[in-house]
């Protein structure tokens, strides 16, 4: 690589960290390598874990540029920050439960090199045993609010929006121009980042993602998925470790549908996220689940329906 005043690296690579210091470990020594394949740069920031997750990056990668942010801002925002020090020509945000093999970033990079008017791309994801994880989604509408993890979808199975949703049809083994590619793995071009502002931060954990695919669409990019090249994935890592996931997942939802939809999406999301409470109440009084957990549960629901 060469270094030097004005030197700008093809590829900066993202890595946002909460509470996965192994999983961290393995994703950042998978990357190592790739210095040699590719002109890189690494910058972690750390969202204030309490897992030593910071000082175990600052004591074995003294080669990556860490930023210990001193609370857990959330993905939109900690990805922010890291991509604001990010000076490559091509931004990659990378998932900290993932490993990365020889190859694949270059391919990446290439076919964006090679395809003008694709912004962005994202490579197939697989778990441990190979097995693809199926994550290419359509855009969310309407109706996706309406049948996703709701009663009507038990009442009406035959309905057609969550396969179309879901991309029922889609194996995940060939590629094609998709609507939003899995996250976890996702290379934009910097100056297209920068120009779109990066991630809403209102959408703190969830739906972020989709809200930057649906801005680039509409700003007359093409998103692609490369089922040619692979990334592991280590599903759910940090996600699954906060008791307010579902929480703070009706609450995206609801920022996602009132920005892009206004009232008829907040209408539709509210009252899902109703909807959704009633179903869980009926699951607790099922299970005979004490008091306090019925409690809660609808303090959270009051506290989506109130934003």
């Known amino acids: 690589m060469t270094d030097g005043p004005g030197h700008r690296p093809t590829l900066s690579i993202v890595v946002l960290s909460w509470n996965t210091k192994g999983l961290l470990r393995a994703c950042l020594n998978s990357l190592k390598p790739l210095r040699d394949e590719l002109d890189l740069e690494v910058i972690v920031v750390d969202n204030a874990s309490d ?96 049948f996703y993890d709701t009663w009507f979808d038990k009442k009406f ?41 990066g991630f809403d931060p209102e959408l703190w954990l969830f739906f972020n993602d989709v809200d930057l695919c649906k801005r680039l669409h509409e700003a007359g990019w093409k998103v692609a998925y490369i089922a040619e090249v692979a990334i592991l994935h280590h599903e759910g890592k940090s996600t699954s470790q906060r008791p307010d996931f579902g929480e703070l997942w009706h609450r995206n939802r609801l920022s996602y549908y009132r920005k892009h939809f206004g009232w008829r999406g907040n209408l539709v999301a509210k009252s899902m996220t109703l909807l959704r409470g009633l179903q869980e109440w009926r699951r607790l009084v099922r299970e005979q689940a004490p008091a306090q957990a019925k409690k809660e549960m609808w303090a959270a629901v009051r506290k989506v329906v109130a934003a």
């Open 51 to 146: 897992d030593g997750s910071a000082d175990m990056v600052a004591a074995r990668f003294p080669w990556i540029t860490l930023v210990r942010n001193e609370r857990n801002d959330g993905y939109a925002i900690g990805n922010n920050l890291g991509a604001s020090r990010a000076t490559g020509r091509y931004l990659l945000l990378l998932n900290s439960d993932t490993a990365v093999g020889p190859g694949v970033l270059t391919f990446l990079v290439d076919f964006l090199e090679q395809h003008p008017q694709h912004g962005a791309c994202a490579p197939r994801l697989v778990c441990e045993d190979g097995t693809i994880q199926r994550s290419c989604k359509t855009f969310p509408d309407l109706w996706t609010a309406v």
């Open 157 to 197: 199975p035959g309905n057609k929006t969550i396969p179309k949703y879901m991309m029922a049809g889609f194996d995940h083994t060939t590629s094609r121009d998709v609507d939003q590619p899995p996250g976890a793995a996702f290379l934009i071009r910097k100056d297209l980042w920068d120009e779109l502002g």
